[in-house]
C-alpha cells in the first residue's frame, strides 16, 4: 500500500495558462475524489468518480476545469485558463467504497499558485 | 444540508496538558464523522471515525473523541499534548445512509503546543 499519490506537488503558473494535475489511487480503490483546499478552509468537495465514471461534480467545478478517470485508474485534473482565483492546494482521495463504512484516504496534496 | 462547525481556528496548549478541539455539526440525522489531522504542507490523515457504533472512538497518536447525540457534537481530545501533536486538525462529516460519500469539513483549528 503505497497510499495516493498525486503530481506535480507543486505548480506555478502564469494566468491564462492551463495546467493539469495527476492522481494515482491506492490500488483496488475503485472510489477516486478531488478536493480543493484555499488557505484557512477546510477542503471543499470538487467531483467523484466510482471505477471510470464520473458520478458528480460540484457546482465549485466550472466549465474550465475537467476531470477525468479513464480505465478507473489514475485520474487527471485540468484547469484551463487559469486565474488567481484558482490557487490552491488540490486533493485526491480514494477508498474502497462509500465513505459510510469506508475510509478515505488523501494524498499529499498539489498546490497550484497562479501569477 | 451538513454542516461543521469547529470552534475556535487556533487552540495552543503546554506540552503534557489536555488538548480539547470542539466540533459541532447540524444535521437531522446523526451522520458519520471523522477527525482529519494535517501536517504543514501534507495532506490529510484520518485520526479516527465514527460510524453509529461505540460512541466513544479512539484513534491514532492518543486522541479520542466522543460521539454526543444530544449536545451534537463530536470532540476531540488527547490527556497530554506532544509536540509532535502540533498541527490543523478539521473534522468531517459525511450524510448518513448507503452510499454516502461526499465529505463535508469545517474551517480547521490549528493546534499550536508550548514547550
Known amino acids: 500500500d503505497t497510499g495516493v499519490s498525486q503530481n506535480p506537488r507543486h505548480k506555478i503558473t502564469k494566468r491564462g495558462q492551463n495546467v493539469t494535475f495527476r492522481c494515482d489511487p491506492i490500488?483496488?480503490?475503485?472510489?477516486l475524489y478531488w478536493y480543493r483546499q484555499t488557505l484557512g478552509q477546510g477542503p471543499e468537495f470538487l467531483t467523484y468518480?466510482?471505477?471510470?465514471?464520473?458520478?458528480?461534480k460540484s457546482r465549485l467545478l466550472s466549465d474550465r476545469f475537467s476531470a477525468e478517470r479513464p480505465k478507473g485508474s489514475f485520474s487527471t485534473l485540468e484547469i484551463q485558463r487559469t486565474e488567481q482565483g484558482d490557487s490552491a492546494m488540490y486533493l485526491c482521495?480514494?477508498?474502497?467504497?462509500?465513505?459510510?463504512?469506508?475510509?478515505?484516504?488523501f494524498g499529499e496534496g498539489s498546490w497550484l499558485t497562479v501569477v | 444540508a451538513q454542516s461543521v462547525t469547529q470552534l475556535g481556528s487556533h487552540v495552543s496548549v503546554s506540552e503534557g496538558a489536555l488538548v480539547l478541539l470542539r466540533c459541532n455539526y447540524s444535521?437531522?440525522?446523526?451522520?458519520?464523522l471523522f477527525w482529519y489531522v494535517q501536517y504543514p504542507n501534507q495532506g490529510l490523515q484520518l485520526l479516527l471515525k465514527?460510524?453509529?457504533?461505540?460512541?466513544l472512538v479512539k484513534g491514532i497518536n492518543g486522541f479520542e473523541a466522543e460521539f454526543k447525540k444530544s449536545e451534537t457534537s463530536f470532540h476531540l481530545t488527547k490527556p497530554s499534548a506532544h509536540m509532535s501533536d502540533a498541527a490543523e486538525y478539521f473534522c468531517?462529516?459525511?450524510?448518513?445512509?448507503?452510499?454516502?460519500?461526499?465529505?463535508?469539513f469545517g474551517k480547521g483549528t490549528k493546534l499550536s503546543v508550548i514547550p
Open positions: 482521495a480514494s477508498s474502497t467504497g462509500p465513505g459510510d463504512g469506508n475510509t478515505i484516504y
Open positions: 490500488s483496488e480503490h475503485n472510489r
Open positions: 468518480f466510482q471505477n471510470e465514471a464520473q458520478l458528480e
Open positions: 444535521s437531522s440525522v446523526p451522520p458519520y
Open positions: 465514527y460510524t453509529s457504533a461505540a460512541t
Open positions: 468531517a462529516v459525511i450524510p448518513s445512509g448507503a452510499g454516502s460519500y461526499q465529505l463535508t
